[in-house]
């Protein structure tokens, strides 16, 4: 069975650090990519999302993600973070023809000290 | 307003007692969904149903049932809950299930924290 990982359980960053969050799949086959964010007591919105073509895709709130075929990884970046970019990030796999199940990863707390 | 509305948003309950979380959307979509959300776990899904009528068990079904009588509801019913079933609650709607060209964005609905004791 496919599963995804999320190896930072938690992060701790100040204002203005660069964040990266790694996420990371075991599907051999094709698949589309999401990262979802859930702020504080809030439900899960859609941060970005891969289908094909350019694998670096941008999202919302300054948010990019690159996807590595080869590495089997779909890496979540933000140059600058903001104290409001504080939630829990989940990376999420939908393979090929498989309607619309999602595969989520454990998920990331990122706490972003003012 | 477009949404994924449950209820209740809390509950706290005492084991074997049935109880039912109700999901509703309003943007005539055919797909609704279940997630069970655990610390360290991410979302799994509990059930899910492409339509009127049509429901399939997703990763972590046992323990609970679903129905699917109308478009617009997809209730999740837990016939005898255990402590082993705390956890946040999520529905999830999109306009069709679909495969790689055409995935459908889900919509995620607030939330429902249940505690088994």
């Given at each position: 069975a496919q599963s995804v990982s999320q190896h930072n359980h938690h992060v701790i960053l100040s204002e203005a650090a660069s964040l990266e969050l790694g996420c990371n799949y075991s599907y051999g086959g094709t698949v589309n990519l999401f990262w979802y964010v859930q702020y504080p007591g809030q439900h899960l919105q859609l941060l970005l999302k891969y289908?094909?073509?350019?694998p670096l895709v941008k999202g919302i709130k300054g948010f990019e993600a690159e996807f590595i075929k080869s590495k089997f990884s779909f890496n979540l970046r933000k140059p600058s973070v903001q104290w409001s970019d504080t939630a829990e990030y989940f990376c999420a796999v939908n393979p090929y023809n498989a309607g619309n199940m999602l595969t989520f990863g454990g998920g990331t707390r990122l706490m972003v000290k003012p | 307003e477009a949404q994924v509305t449950q209820n209740p948003r809390y509950l706290i309950t005492v084991t074997g007692k049935k109880l039912t979380v109700t999901c509703s959307q309003n943007?005539?979509?055919?797909y609704m969904s279940w997630y069970r959300q655990d610390p360290g776990l991410g979302l799994r899904q509990i059930y899910y149903s492409m339509n009127v009528e049509v429901t399939d068990k997703g990763d972590v079904p046992e323990g609970y049932k679903v129905s699917r009588k109308e478009k617009r509801n997809f209730p999740l019913i837990l016939e005898s809950p255990s402590p082993n079933q705390t956890s946040l609650y999520f529905c999830a709607s999109s306009l069709k299930a679909g495969g790689?060209?055409?995935y459908n964005e889900q919509f995620f609905g607030p939330g429902t924290r249940l505690t088994v004791l």
């Open positions: 289908f094909s073509g350019d | 943007m005539n979509h055919e790689r060209f055409s």
